[in-house]
């Protein structure tokens, strides 16, 4: 299913294909210091929640995420999301993370978790006017040193 938001221009939004990858893993490189290798993605390909956007044909999006069965109940993982720097500050991000919460709510999910760099404040902004509240800090948790925080928000 492609959808198309009034508010990120001409952008639509589908399911992720193989051969998206190659323009994914550009995205990834240029957004993270340690970006996910081309094996991470593949993994995620059958998941409804890895998703794409698309401008002018154009990959300038993605968004991973999916469901997890946890002590009897459904819990949906942000698990990577970016925007092609080009392309950052149009609702583009919004707009992947809007499908990617309603994908796993589909998916019988009652709450969402993701992780995020405590230095990344633009990302925290985003994902607290999704709602979003940090539940802890990972001391550690990227390879670089970095702390994350866990921010999560409940659904439905």
């Known amino acids: 299913m492609t959808v198309t938001a009034p508010d990120a221009g001409d952008v639509q939004v589908r399911q992720?294909?193989?051969?998206?990858?190659?323009?994914?893993?550009?995205?990834?490189?240029?957004?993270?210091?340690?970006?996910?290798?081309?094996?991470?993605?593949?993994?995620?390909?059958?998941?409804?929640?890895?998703?794409?956007?698309?401008?002018?044909?154009r990959i300038v999006g993605y968004v991973v995420a999916d469901v997890t069965p946890t002590h009897g109940r459904a819990l949906g993982h942000v698990k990577d999301i970016a925007v092609h720097p080009g392309y950052r500050g149009d609702g583009i991000g919004s707009l992947l993370l809007t499908r990617a919460l309603s994908e796993v709510v589909f998916q019988g999910a009652d709450s969402v978790k993701l992780e995020v760099r405590e230095g990344n404040d633009g990302a925290k902004r985003l994902y607290r006017t999704f709602g979003f509240a940090a539940l802890r800090r990972v001391r550690g948790y990227y390879e670089d040193g970095e702390d994350a925080i866990i921010m999560v928000r409940k659904l439905g």
């Open 16 to 57: 992720a294909e193989r051969a998206d990858l190659l323009s994914i893993l550009e995205i990834e490189k240029a957004s993270f210091p340690q970006p996910w290798p081309y094996e991470a993605f593949t993994g995620f390909l059958d998941e409804p929640g890895f998703l794409v956007a698309l401008e002018g044909g």
